[in-house]
Nanobody, 123 residues
Framework: QLQLVESGGGLVQPGGSLRLSCAAS????????IGWFRQAPGKDREAVSC????????NYADSVKGRFTISRDNAKNTVYLQMNSLQPEDTANYTC????????????????WGKGTLVTVSS
């Protein structure tokens, strides 16, 4: 069965760090770009970051640039999102998804969405 499972979320204080993982089973991520998205309560889903199939190209939303780092380990069939200097506005459900493209992540072209992992940044 095809499955994407996110993990690593939780409650952290402002300035703290979390490392999210996106693990795939039942299929390989080798041939696709992978994206991280987030949706805060009452807000639309937004793109956070994207990594090409080989990791040569990465993209970040302006709001997280310099604080978040996306990486992948194709041998482990897993993509990561290192989140540093977290702020309350980063609070959201974080979801990974597989792109139909090998290099970029267009929200309308993503499939195999995971269920997400909750990140709460609060004092």
């Amino acid at each position: 069965q095809l499955q994407l499972v996110e993990s690593g979320g939780g409650l952290v204080q402002p300035g703290g760090s979390l490392r999210l993982s996106c693990a795939a089973s039942g299929f390989t991520l080798d041939y696709s770009a992978i994206g991280w998205f987030r949706q805060a309560p009452g807000k639309d889903r937004e793109a956070v970051s994207c990594i090409s199939r080989g990791g040569s190209f990465t993209n970040y939303a302006d709001s997280v640039k310099g604080r978040f780092t996306i990486s992948r380990d194709n041998a482990k069939n897993t993509v990561y999102l290192q989140m540093n200097s977290l702020q309350p506005e980063d609070t959201a459900n974080y979801t990974c998804a597989v792109s139909r493209n090998y290099r970029i992540c267009i929200m309308t072209d993503m499939h195999y969405w995971g269920k997400g992992t909750l990140v709460t940044v609060s004092s």
